[in-house]
């Protein structure tokens, strides 16, 4: 039985066709598997089922022409036991362990692409693309994962630019290189905790903060993306994660709170070379939340104790306002050629703001068209244009980074430096403000240092 045929099997005992049974119509079919109670949610308007331990017999042959691209990514998955675990017949998607989800509608057109979350863009993850005439630029600005159906002339054009999507560029790999992979730690304080093969080994904690955590919830892929990044930025950088899920503004800012005091708090008895140096949040404090002067004070505070706070929050921290980019992956990721604004900003908002003002204030670091952690804690996933505006925080690790040239280089002296050492973003004839350039700001510290 394909697995098509069982999903209408399972449909045949929806007798309400809103994909909701009990488990007890569910148990007296002759469907295999079990249904999640908490999972459905009808006061909520969502209609959902879930299936567990699915039981699913299905022809493993690669070589059948005739086979979707979901079929056979499917049979790849089963074989190596990863089961469906949720189906959302009005989207489409198979969902199975993991955050791995294959899409399994026929795609004839680039518009038959599901969205992505920016407007105008289209996310392939887990979507059979392979019988589509596409440009390099539709491609390479699709949102793409290791379970994306492409064709052989697709693969080679993903794979003939994949060595610059990894790349964070503007420059970062130049410290690398040198040697320059970072000092200290690093803190995330964002959702639930993910593992992955490509930072696990750099990660020392995880910790909840609050009693609201709930032990069933889903690892978040948001914490893989936002660790990846930090990882790519400063790779021998340790790293600690907190994590503050609720979504209430009033307990998630006290959450924040807690994690920066203890943070602080833990600095004090540890070893130079193991204090947390850099808080990277993937949000920050809001104007209109409670106790955001309290918030601010304590973020002050952070800092001068030589922790470099990366969040929303920067011009009210450092005077300054850090900015994501998009960027030309066919292009060299590491000139300002290849640099313009972030996929929903427009270089003509800009036009009416001095350019003092610009060069001063407005840095930009790279945040779109890059390869990612994935949720199911092996694979990658390509992000074109449409790379998250938290991604961008997740840089703030390229403070460990240069804490490798001088231990005790100073938050505000940090930013101070990569503002000095900074490229013109110029686009469409915009002047934007400053692109980061990590390479001159290492050559700078060098001299001054006497490396």
């Not at 690669?62 to 990863?82: A, P, Q, R, T, Y």
């Not at 004070?297 to 030589?306: F, M, N, T």
């Amino acid at each position: 039985m394909d697995i098509n045929s069982l999903l209408k099997l399972f449909k045949s005992v929806d007798v309400n066709n809103d994909l909701i049974v009990s488990r007890e119509e569910f148990e007296n079919s002759n469907v295999k598997g079990s249904v999640w109670e908490d999972k459905l949610k009808p006061d909520t308007g969502i209609a959902a089922f879930v299936i567990r331990g699915l039981a699913v017999e299905h022809e493993n042959n690669e070589n059948d022409k005739n086979m979707s691209g979901f079929d056979k990514m499917h049979s790849k998955l089963v074989s190596k036991g990863i089961q469906p675990v949720f189906y959302d017949d009005r989207s489409g998607y198979m969902f199975y362990g993991n955050y791995i989800r294959l899409y399994t509608k026929d795609i004839k057109t680039y518009d038959d692409i599901p969205d992505a979350q920016t407007e105008g863009l289209k996310d392939a993850k887990g979507v059979d693309i392979s019988n589509l005439q596409l440009t390099d630029e539709q491609l390479l600005n699709l949102v793409i994962d290791d379970y994306t159906t492409m064709s052989d002339e697709q693969r080679a054009v993903f794979d003939k630019y994949k060595y610059n999507m990894d790349k964070m560029g503007c420059g970062i790999e130049s410290l690398h290189e040198i040697g320059y992979t970072g000092y200290g730690t690093a803190a995330l304080l964002d959702q639930k905790y993910c593992p992955h093969d490509i930072y696990n080994d750099k990660v020392k904690s995880s910790t909840d903060i609050g009693t609201n955590i709930n032990s069933n919830e889903d690892p978040s892929w948001h914490v893989a993306a936002m660790l990846s990044i930090m990882h790519k930025t400063a790779p021998d950088a340790e790293i600690v994660h907190y994590c503050v899920t609720d979504m209430d503004p009033k307990v998630q800012t006290n959450q924040l709170a807690e994690a920066i005091n203890d943070i602080i708090e833990k600095n004090k008895t540890l070893p130079d070379a193991k204090k947390v140096r850099t808080i990277v949040i993937g949000y920050g404090f809001y104007p209109q939340n409670l106790n955001y002067e309290e918030n601010i004070a304590l973020c002050r505070k952070a800092i001068e104790e030589g922790i470099f706070i990366c969040s929303n929050n920067t011009e009210e921290l450092y005077g300054i306002s850090l900015n994501g980019t998009d960027r030309n992956p066919k292009g060299d990721v590491n000139s300002p050629k290849s640099y313009s604004l972030v996929t929903w900003q427009d270089e003509n908002d800009l036009k009416n703001i001095k350019k003092e003002v610009l060069d001063t204030k407005f840095l930009y670091i790279p945040q779109q068209h890059l390869t990612i952690a994935h949720g199911d804690g092996k694979s990658i996933q390509y992000e074109g244009a449409d790379g998250g505006v938290c991604w961008s925080n997740s840089v703030g690790t390229l403070y460990n980074t240069f804490l490798s040239i001088k231990h005790d280089l100073k938050p505000q002296e940090f930013i101070d430096l990569l503002m000095e050492t900074s490229d013109e973003l110029n686009v469409n004839g915009v002047y934007c403000g400053r692109l980061l350039n990590a390479e001159a700001a290492m050559n700078k510290l060098e001299s001054k240092v006497g490396n």
